[in-house]
């Protein structure tokens, strides 16, 4: 009941989720320590996917193991799942009767807006030298000139790689033997070449859809604000399997629904179904939803159990530097190729740099600067 009110009432970002959880999870309910929690929050941003839903799967695992971290992830993410399918659906409805979308005119430029801002916070959160921020105007550099989903893993491999060769400035730390338990990255790597045969052979596009869902969610570092290019890049640059315009109504909708901010993959696959009717897009959410959330609770079943004696490797730490660099990069590339196309129509530019100074400047939640938008584009 705790993780369902939590999934109703997060509304923002990993920060405002962990505060949440701080104070139900917490203060109120006593689950955990905030040391623990902290300690869990710490783990889950350094591995592969969305780190307020790895965050409540690892309590969940700690207090009832496997089942209940399975219920726990459930639990969190059906609410967004639910609301971001039924926003899918209305959309195609709207664009099957030839109604129009200009209502949501004001909302892709807030989208954008939240995009920069978010790449522009966590770049100034974790990198802390030249090094770091030379690897982001590199990746920038290419993934704007590159928009392709293979560019992803080989950026943020080369960050991890090149970062980690200065794992000398990091201080050592007493090591211990590390027992690694192989079953949950057996699993993962199953499910991965599982689906990529049975999407080869079958040509199915659920299938196809999941696996795309799933390789993503096994490559995001940084959470919700980097998955956004890498879902752009992929299905609306590369395969477009929707529209630049649906997309931005996907992305500003994350910040009105409560929940992980990766409920923006179920919109997307929701979407990419469309020409399936209703039961299509139902089918589409849900793989989506499937496929971007287990690669994560795969990482955290996996590194969980030896947690405590894989941070003090150097190598480990520093890598870590490159790889959030880079996804800051990707996070921009995508800003500016979704800004670019708007730089001719004073509108969405103005309205880019309003909601840039509002979110900046004042406390207004996420969720009410989208709703202003949308009754702006009624009204005018």
């Keep these: 009941m705790d993780i369902l009110l939590l999934s109703l009432t997060a509304f923002g970002g990993p920060q405002v989720h962990l505060m949440m959880m701080i104070e139900r999870l917490v203060h109120k309910r006593r689950y955990v320590t905030e040391e623990e929690l902290l300690e869990l929050q710490a783990l889950c941003s350094i591995l592969p996917g969305p780190s307020s839903t790895q965050t409540v799967t690892a309590i969940g695992l700690k207090i009832g193991g496997q089942p209940l971290a399975y219920l726990t992830l459930l639990v969190w993410s ?35 807006a939240f995009l920069m801002y978010g790449a522009s916070s966590i770049a100034r959160k974790v990198i802390h030298n030249t090094q770091g921020w030379t690897f982001l105007v590199i990746s920038t550099i290419l993934a704007y000139m590159y928009p392709s989903p293979y560019m992803t893993p080989v950026l943020i491999v080369c960050g991890g790689v090149a970062s980690s060769l200065n794992f000398k400035k990091h201080e050592k730390m007493e090591k211990a033997q590390i027992r690694i338990k192989w079953r949950p ?5 199953s499910v991965l070449i599982a689906a990529a ?7 199915s596009l659920p299938v196809r859809l999941f696996e795309n869902f799933y390789r993503n969610g096994s490559l995001v570092f940084g959470g919700g604000q980097v998955l956004i290019p890498i879902l752009y890049n992929e299905f609306v640059e590369f395969k477009h399997y929707l529209t630049e315009q649906e ?6 909708l994350t910040q009105v629904v409560p929940g992980p901010v990766f409920s923006i993959a179920t919109f997307v696959g929701s979407v990419s179904l469309q020409s399936h ?46 790889i959030h660099a880079a996804s800051c990069g990707l996070t921009i590339a995508a800003a500016i190729s979704l ?15 309003a909601t840039l100074v509002v979110v900046a400047f004042g406390k207004v939640p996420s969720y009410l600067i989208i709703l202003a938008g949308l009754l702006l584009g009624l009204v005018f």
């Design 78 to 112: 059906l609410p967004a799942m639910v609301l971001m399918t039924l926003a899918a659906i209305g959309i195609h409805y709207l664009e099957r009767n030839s109604i129009s979308l200009d209502f949501t005119r004001f909302v892709g430029p807030m989208a954008v």
């Design 185 to 189: 990255i057996i699993f993962w790597i």
């Design 197 to 203: 045969i049975i999407g080869k052979i079958t040509n």
């Design 247 to 252: 997309f931005l109504a996907g992305m500003a």
């Design 277 to 322: 009717g209703w039961f299509g897009q139902i089918v589409g959410g849900f793989v989506a939803t499937a496929g971007i959330f287990l690669p994560g609770t795969f990482f955290i079943f996996f590194a969980y159990p030896f947690w405590d004696q894989l941070k003090r490797y150097r190598g480990i730490r520093a890598s870590l530097e490159g």
């Design 339 to 353: 800004f670019q196309p708007m730089m001719t129509n004073m509108q969405p530019v103005a309205t880019v740099i």
